[in-house]
């Protein structure tokens, strides 16, 4: 299950906002530290083409995909030197696939600042310092033990060391290591080197009731103006505060809200699917009389790695796949038609996966 890690200094809204997410009741108040041990919630990644299929196809119960949120305490310049809670703080996103750091972008004198006033691009920065600080300390570690492997001959030494030298004079340089270019053979050793900072991120920015439904205000425009253009940086805007009010209510009650807000769907709606993309993922679905649902796979994946997203004997055992994307299935209306029309695909081992697929493979063991 992939896990995203919900981070940022403390009392920009962290905590609230894992509580609208996850409707777990997790403790939010109004002082540093309030979230020590990280939370973890399972969130259904919110997708209408599931919800129509399901309902084409008449399957008796729907599946959705998921992704893990982690609430993860917040973070104070010096983390990396132990300040705060330091290495416990810095070793919970090492284990998360994406960060999700959420920025304070309203003004609130009920809601104290630790850092005294309202400043997200200080925020990103102070968090992004620590985290880059962190890395270049293990990075120099890494470079010490390699270099004497590398000296040695050691060719699998040398080939890592060349990347490591790279990633450390880009941390050096104070920016993250998610920036470093890599060649497609050096990814799995970038990943091996677990950084904080080559995590993708996505910004979660955190505005008042009254900047929705634009989301925008002059913090969220300093932030966006801040970003990078890579690709590796997201912005989402999301009021906390409406958000959790959103989450005690029922779903007809809850249309009504945001329709008086002039929104179309929940901030956090648009965050998971941010979320989702920022990992570069896609969606599959299987759909027959038992169940439709919906599976997660990287882009870029070919169809006997989706197969084993479903079981590894699938994979194992491929033999073709049955094919058809949603899009074209919609404008048909049943599998049976489909397949007297000659619409559905029959792709092999080579077959790259596209987002939408509808699927049925075929495999022996």
Same mark, same amino acid.
């Given at each position: 299950?992939?896990?995203?890690?919900?981070?940022?200094?403390?009392?920009?809204?962290?905590?609230?906002?894992?509580?609208?997410?996850?409707?777990?009741?997790?403790?939010?108040?109004?002082?540093?530290?309030?979230?020590?041990?990280?939370?973890?919630?399972?969130?259904?990644?919110?997708?209408?083409?599931?919800?129509?299929?399901?309902?084409?196809?008449? !399957?008796?119960?729907?599946?959705?995909?998921?992704?893990?949120?982690?609430?993860?305490?917040?973070?104070?310049?010096?983390?990396?030197?132990?300040?705060?809670?330091?290495? /416990?703080?810095?070793?919970?996103?090492?284990?998360?696939?994406? %960060?999700?750091?959420?920025?304070?972008?309203?003004?609130?004198?009920?809601?104290?600042?630790?850092?005294?006033?309202?400043?997200?691009?200080?925020? /990103?920065?102070?968090?992004?310092?620590?985290?880059?600080?962190?890395?270049?300390?293990?990075?120099?570690?890494?470079?010490?033990?390699?270099?004497?492997?590398?000296? !040695?001959?050691?060719?699998? &030494?040398?080939?890592?060391?060349?990347?490591?030298?790279?990633?450390?004079?880009?941390?050096?340089?104070?920016?993250?290591?998610?920036?470093?270019?890599?060649?497609?053979?050096?990814?799995?050793?970038?990943?091996?080197?677990?950084?904080?900072?080559?995590?993708?991120?996505?910004?979660?920015?955190?505005?008042?009731?009254?900047?929705?439904?634009?989301?925008?205000?002059?913090?969220?425009? &300093?932030?966006?103006?801040?970003?990078?253009?890579?690709?590796?940086?997201?912005?989402?805007?999301?009021?906390?505060?409406?958000?959790?009010?959103?989450?005690?209510?029922?779903?007809?009650?809850? &249309?009504?809200?945001?329709?008086?807000?002039?929104?179309?769907?929940?901030?956090?709606?648009?965050?998971?699917?941010? &979320?989702?993309?920022?990992?570069?993922?896609?969606?599959?679905?299987? !759909?027959?009389?038992?169940?439709?649902?919906?599976?997660?796979?990287?882009?870029?994946?070919?169809?006997?790695?989706?197969?084993?997203?479903?079981? !590894?004997?699938?994979?194992?055992?491929? %033999?073709?796949?049955?094919? %058809?994307?949603?899009?074209?299935?919609?404008?048909?209306?049943?599998?049976?038609?489909?397949?007297?029309?000659?619409? %559905? /695909?029959?792709?092999?081992?080579?077959?790259?996966?596209?987002?939408?697929?509808?699927?049925?493979?075929?495999?022996?063991?």
């Amino acid at each position: 299950m992939l896990r995203v890690g919900i981070v940022g200094l403390p009392n920009v809204g962290k905590s609230s906002l894992f509580n609208a997410l996850t409707a777990a009741g997790v403790p939010s108040e109004n002082f540093p530290f309030c979230t020590v041990d990280p939370n973890v919630g399972t969130v259904e990644v919110p997708d209408p083409r599931l919800d129509h299929l399901h309902e084409l196809v008449g !399957s008796k119960r729907k599946v959705p995909t998921f992704i893990h949120f982690v609430d993860i305490a917040g973070l104070v310049a010096g983390a990396s030197q132990g300040e705060g809670l330091g290495n /416990r703080f810095l070793s919970h996103i090492r284990e998360v696939d994406a %960060i999700a750091h959420v920025l304070r972008c309203f003004e609130d004198p009920n809601v104290t600042h630790v850092a005294g006033s309202v400043d997200p691009v200080r925020d /990103r920065d102070i968090v992004e310092t620590e985290l880059v600080l962190a890395d270049l300390e293990s990075i120099e570690r890494r470079r010490e033990r390699l270099t004497k492997k590398a000296r !040695s001959g050691e060719k699998e &030494a040398q080939r890592e060391l060349a990347l490591v030298e790279r990633v450390h004079a880009v941390l050096a340089d104070g920016r993250p290591a998610r920036l470093v270019e890599v060649e497609p053979e050096e990814r799995t050793l970038l990943k091996q080197l677990q950084l904080l900072t080559a995590k993708p991120v996505l910004y979660v920015l955190n505005v008042a009731e009254g900047d929705l439904p634009q989301g925008r205000n002059r913090w969220t425009e &300093a932030v966006e103006a801040a970003l990078g253009s890579d690709g590796l940086e997201r912005t989402v805007p999301v009021s906390s505060r409406v958000e959790s009010e959103l989450a005690d209510l029922d779903p007809a009650d809850r &249309a009504e809200f945001l329709e008086g807000l002039g929104i179309e769907e929940r901030g956090l709606d648009r965050l998971v699917r941010e &979320a989702y993309a920022l990992l570069d993922l896609l969606t599959f679905f299987t !759909s027959g009389e038992q169940e439709s649902r919906a599976w997660t796979v990287r882009r870029g994946a070919k169809a006997p790695e989706a197969a084993g997203q479903i079981h !590894s004997d699938f994979e194992r055992g491929f %033999i073709r796949a049955e094919t %058809i994307h949603y899009d074209e299935f919609v404008g048909i209306g049943s599998m049976k038609k489909a397949r007297e029309e000659g619409r %559905i /695909r029959s792709e092999g081992k080579e077959y790259l996966v596209q987002d939408g697929d509808i699927m049925l493979f075929r495999f022996n063991v």
